[in-house]
């Protein structure tokens, strides 16, 4: 029993106490410290480290309080709580509830009220109640109340109740709390009671909380690698040297290399030199790569120059790893010095890494000082990359100051590769026709004329009428007709008579192409107005090109109409001109259909241009095919050049099954022209092999010259061998005893 003026007078204490309690194990910390409650062998549900504010909380148990002072029984109490227990499911609302119901209880009745509520704290949402009270138990005795938490129910529950008293008995009296550590037997209890000191020591005595915890044995949890790392941390600022040695006199394990981490990170701001030292103490490599890590990206944040020079002092791996942090560390406060530094150094895996990375972001953040640079830069290989970066950077932001930057650099292939990609840029983020102005002032060069086809294609999008008008102003060039060409396509979709028309205006190349495409556009929707288009043209090239790109175009699309089309052709120039499309445009689809067609043609000029262009593709997809195929022709010039192109094809992918293909052949003319693109596809590469080709050609000037460019190239691989076949070769002396002094051989 207790009085009512008890209560009220230790209201203001309960009510701080409840709050602070409740709260502080609530969010997993002691009160008033950001430190976790470890170890963890069981968690409560996320939701009870979430809650209103401290201060409002307060006030609703005051409020609710204030109902509450005239019971005078612990069972009422627990009654109450029990109420309180059940008068929500919003947790902020139960502990409210629950810390007024608790206000008045005396410290000497707590442990009778978590009798007569052990029931409550043993169901689901209990940990409300235990988190409540049981720190008020550990005010005035936590080994009893450490007893009690050890008998709830189930782990998860012990867990909470062991946390919420240890960390009060922390804050309370730790000494006490280290003397009851040593009796305590092996267990959950122990872990608890050990985790919760070691955490309060971590950062007055870390040494001490060392001790505490190696006593009890160190392992590589999650939860010990975390307490590891706050005790050396703090460790290695106060006494680096016996950390250090502490943390190497560990196990392997995570535990050991957090440690020595942990302690070289922070040594290295107080001593970078000491912190060099000791990485030379680390003998497990993997241990010490991410202590370098750790130490160099300390030194390079209070001592980048100490770090800088350290760095060159290693070699290999460590040199690479430690270069590459130091650069970028160093890089976003020192630009300037970074670089100059990295200019300075002999070339590395890393350094070229950090030029061109760092060089970008320098070039996004300040793309004047990064130009700059650029040009201190030596000329060759560095520089071109380093201006490129820079420009597409800085081109972004500023295109034009960019451009103008580049022109007045030396010209080279460099400064226009990397106008391209400024302007290319632009057209990628939408700005085609500001490119296209741009991109009138740069200088003559075949590199921007996939620009012109970027440019159309986006602008065509954007302003149709502009984009048309732009290309045809556009001065006589491959760039402009692959402009015109992409502008054609798209207006082709919604106006082809007038997109017709249109092209009808030009001449020369730029007709060719543009006709090209609108037959091909045009028939994909509409086959007869297609052909009532050829028709109205002039006889000619132009016409020609028509007819052939329209049966191409078709036969892709549907190759029964084509054929029937083209069957009902009249004209025999009209009607080869479509057959000669339908072949090239089923050669790159169905290349079985466009052999057949090839097969059925009259032997001469056409089957042999044709049949040469099938092999060639269908020789990269399926050679053996191919193969049969093109070896059912008689002997002839259609065989001989299809011959040629399947084994030059066949070669670059499978010289081994070429060859073989070639030791098949009967002695002819078609399987010479083939043994010729054999020895072409492997004079360079591997001359070995032509060398054993090229002797089989019939003797003649040709052949000669054949063998000469392969005992050429032999030479410079593998002089014996090459020497021992060129003796053996019908070459004359004195051209055998030349290629020998060419090479350098006697």
């Given at each position: 029993?207790?009085?009512?003026?008890?209560?009220?007078?230790?209201?203001?204490?309960?009510?701080?106490?409840?709050?602070?309690?409740?709260?502080?194990?609530?969010?997993?910390?002691?009160?008033?410290?950001?430190?976790?409650?470890?170890?963890?062998?069981?968690?409560?549900?996320?939701?009870?480290?979430?809650?209103?504010?401290?201060?409002?909380?307060?006030?609703?148990?005051?409020?609710?309080?204030?109902?509450?002072?005239?019971?005078?029984?612990?069972?009422?109490?627990?009654?109450?709580?029990?109420?309180?227990?059940?008068?929500?499911?919003?947790?902020?609302?139960?502990?409210?509830?629950?810390?007024?119901?608790?206000?008045?209880?005396?410290?000497?009745?707590?442990?009778?009220?978590?009798?007569?509520?052990?029931?409550?704290?043993?169901?689901e949402h209990g940990y409300s109640i235990v988190y409540a009270l049981m720190p008020l138990w550990a005010d005035t005795d936590p080994t009893a109340a450490l007893s009690f938490a050890n008998s709830l129910a189930t782990t998860t529950r012990r867990h909470s109740a062991r946390s919420s008293v240890i960390n009060r008995w922390m804050q309370n009296d730790i000494e006490a709390a280290l003397a009851h550590l040593q009796t305590l037997p092996k267990g959950a209890i122990r872990s608890s009671l050990a985790a919760a000191i070691a955490d309060e020591l971590a950062e007055p005595d870390p040494q001490r909380a060392f001790v505490v915890l190696q006593r009890e044995g160190i392992t590589d949890s999650r939860e010990m690698v975390e307490k590891v790392v706050a005790i050396f941390s703090n460790w290695g600022v106060i006494d680096p040297r016996s950390a250090s040695a502490a943390a190497l006199s560990l196990p392997s394990g995570k535990s050991r290399a957090a440690a020595i981490t942990s302690v070289g990170r922070v040594w290295a701001k107080k001593d970078p030199e000491a912190a060099f030292g000791f990485l030379r103490e680390i003998h497990d490599p993997a241990v010490a790569r991410t202590t370098l890590f750790a130490v160099f990206g300390s030194m390079v944040e209070t001592n980048p120059q100490a770090a800088a020079r350290l760095a060159l002092e290693l070699k290999g791996t460590e040199r690479e790893n430690a270069v590459g942090i130091?650069?970028?560390?160093?890089?976003?406060?020192?630009?300037?010095?970074?670089?100059?530094?990295?200019?300075?150094?002999?070339?590395?895996?890393?350094?070229?890494?950090?030029?061109?990375?760092?060089?970008?972001?320098?070039?996004?953040?300040?793309?004047?000082?990064?130009?700059?640079?650029?040009?201190?830069?030596?000329?060759?290989?560095?520089?071109?990359?380093?201006?490129?970066?820079?420009?597409?950077?800085?081109?972004?932001?500023?295109?034009?100051?960019?451009?103008?930057?580049?022109?007045?650099?030396?010209?080279?292939?460099?400064?226009?590769?990397?106008?391209?990609?400024?302007?290319?840029?632009?057209?990628?983020?939408?700005?085609?026709?500001?490119?296209?102005?741009?991109?009138?002032?740069?200088?003559?060069?075949?590199?921007?004329?996939?620009?012109?086809?970027?440019?159309?294609?986006?602008?065509?999008?954007?302003?149709?009428?502009?984009?048309?008008?732009?290309?045809?102003?556009?001065?006589?060039?491959?760039?402009?007709?692959?402009?015109?060409?992409?502008i054609v396509t798209a207006s082709m979709r919604d106006a082809p008579t007038s997109t017709a028309k249109f092209v009808e205006r030009f001449s020369g190349d730029t007709a060719k192409v543009l006709i090209e495409t609108v037959a091909s556009e045009?028939?994909?929707?509409?086959?007869?107005?297609?052909?009532?288009?050829?028709?109205?043209?002039?006889?000619?090239?132009?016409?020609?090109?028509?007819?052939?790109?329209?049966?191409?175009?078709?036969?892709?699309?549907?190759?029964?109409?084509?054929?029937?089309?083209?069957?009902?052709?009249?004209?025999?120039?009209?009607?080869?001109?479509?057959?000669?499309?339908?072949?090239?445009?089923?050669?790159?689809?169905?290349?079985?259909?466009?052999?057949?067609?090839?097969?059925?043609?009259?032997?001469?000029?056409?089957?042999?241009?044709?049949?040469?262009?099938?092999?060639?593709?269908?020789?990269?997809?399926?050679?053996?095919?191919?193969a049969a195929w093109v070896t059912q022709f008689p002997e002839g010039e259609a065989r001989a050049k299809g011959m040629a192109n399947l084994v030059s094809v066949w070669t670059e992918t499978d010289m081994v099954a070429s060859s073989r293909f070639l030791e098949q052949l009967p002695d002819s003319a078609s399987r010479n022209r083939a043994i010729e693109a054999f020895v072409r596809a492997t004079e360079s590469s591997h001359p070995e092999l032509a060398a054993s080709w090229v002797s089989q050609l019939p003797p003649g000037a040709g052949t000669t010259y054949k063998i000469e460019r392969v005992a050429a190239n032999w030479l410079r691989s593998d002089p014996a061998a090459a020497k021992a076949w060129l003796s053996r070769t019908p070459l004359p002396p004195e051209r055998k005893a030349y290629l020998l002094r060419q090479a350098g051989s006697p």
């Amino acid at each position: 029993m207790f009085s009512k003026s008890l209560s009220y007078f230790a209201m203001p204490v309960v009510l701080s106490s409840l709050v602070s309690g409740l709260f502080g194990y609530w969010l997993g910390i002691r009160a008033g410290q950001e430190r976790t409650i470890l170890p963890s062998e069981a968690s409560e549900p996320a939701e009870m480290r979430r809650a209103d504010p401290p201060k409002s909380l307060e006030r609703a148990v005051a409020q609710a309080a204030a109902a509450n002072t005239n019971s005078t029984s612990v069972e009422q109490v627990a009654a109450r709580v029990r109420a309180a227990y059940s008068s929500s499911t919003k947790t902020g609302i139960k502990a409210a509830a629950i810390a007024a119901a608790l206000v008045g209880v005396a410290p000497d009745q707590v442990p009778e009220l978590c009798e007569l509520l052990r029931g409550a704290m043993n169901s689901e949402h209990g940990y409300s109640i235990v988190y409540a009270l049981m720190p008020l138990w550990a005010d005035t005795d936590p080994t009893a109340a450490l007893s009690f938490a050890n008998s709830l129910a189930t782990t998860t529950r012990r867990h909470s109740a062991r946390s919420s008293v240890i960390n009060r008995w922390m804050q309370n009296d730790i000494e006490a709390a280290l003397a009851h550590l040593q009796t305590l037997p092996k267990g959950a209890i122990r872990s608890s009671l050990a985790a919760a000191i070691a955490d309060e020591l971590a950062e007055p005595d870390p040494q001490r909380a060392f001790v505490v915890l190696q006593r009890e044995g160190i392992t590589d949890s999650r939860e010990m690698v975390e307490k590891v790392v706050a005790i050396f941390s703090n460790w290695g600022v106060i006494d680096p040297r016996s950390a250090s040695a502490a943390a190497l006199s560990l196990p392997s394990g995570k535990s050991r290399a957090a440690a020595i981490t942990s302690v070289g990170r922070v040594w290295a701001k107080k001593d970078p030199e000491a912190a060099f030292g000791f990485l030379r103490e680390i003998h497990d490599p993997a241990v010490a790569r991410t202590t370098l890590f750790a130490v160099f990206g300390s030194m390079v944040e209070t001592n980048p120059q100490a770090a800088a020079r350290l760095a060159l002092e290693l070699k290999g791996t460590e040199r690479e790893n430690a270069v590459g942090i130091v650069a970028k560390g160093w890089a976003d406060r020192e630009p300037n010095s970074v670089f100059a530094w990295l200019r300075d150094l002999p070339g590395s895996t890393a350094r070229d890494a950090a030029m061109s990375s760092l060089g970008e972001r320098w070039a996004k953040s300040n793309p004047l000082a990064a130009a700059a640079f650029a040009e201190t830069l030596a000329i060759g290989a560095e520089r071109d990359r380093f201006v490129g970066n820079v420009a597409t950077q800085w081109g972004r932001a500023n295109p034009e100051a960019a451009l103008k930057w580049l022109r007045e650099l030396p010209a080279s292939s460099a400064t226009t590769t990397a106008s391209l990609l400024v302007l290319d840029g632009m057209v990628q983020s939408g700005q085609p026709d500001a490119a296209a102005k741009l991109l009138a002032e740069q200088p003559s060069s075949l590199i921007f004329h996939p620009l012109y086809t970027e440019i159309a294609e986006r602008w065509a999008d954007k302003d149709p009428v502009a984009a048309r008008e732009w290309a045809v102003a556009l001065p006589e060039s491959r760039g402009r007709r692959e402009a015109l060409r992409e502008i054609v396509t798209a207006s082709m979709r919604d106006a082809p008579t007038s997109t017709a028309k249109f092209v009808e205006r030009f001449s020369g190349d730029t007709a060719k192409v543009l006709i090209e495409t609108v037959a091909s556009e045009w028939v994909k929707h509409d086959p007869a107005a297609t052909m009532d288009w050829i028709n109205t043209l002039p006889s000619g090239a132009n016409k020609e090109t028509a007819i052939a790109s329209m049966a191409g175009r078709w036969s892709r699309e549907d190759l029964d109409a084509a054929i029937d089309w083209v069957k009902g052709l009249e004209n025999r120039d009209m009607r080869d001109n479509a057959i000669s499309g339908m072949i090239s445009g089923l050669a790159m689809t169905s290349v079985e259909s466009a052999a057949s067609l090839v097969s059925n043609l009259p032997p001469g000029s056409e089957q042999e241009k044709h049949a040469a262009k099938v092999v060639g593709s269908w020789a990269a997809s399926d050679p053996e095919s191919a193969a049969a195929w093109v070896t059912q022709f008689p002997e002839g010039e259609a065989r001989a050049k299809g011959m040629a192109n399947l084994v030059s094809v066949w070669t670059e992918t499978d010289m081994v099954a070429s060859s073989r293909f070639l030791e098949q052949l009967p002695d002819s003319a078609s399987r010479n022209r083939a043994i010729e693109a054999f020895v072409r596809a492997t004079e360079s590469s591997h001359p070995e092999l032509a060398a054993s080709w090229v002797s089989q050609l019939p003797p003649g000037a040709g052949t000669t010259y054949k063998i000469e460019r392969v005992a050429a190239n032999w030479l410079r691989s593998d002089p014996a061998a090459a020497k021992a076949w060129l003796s053996r070769t019908p070459l004359p002396p004195e051209r055998k005893a030349y290629l020998l002094r060419q090479a350098g051989s006697p």
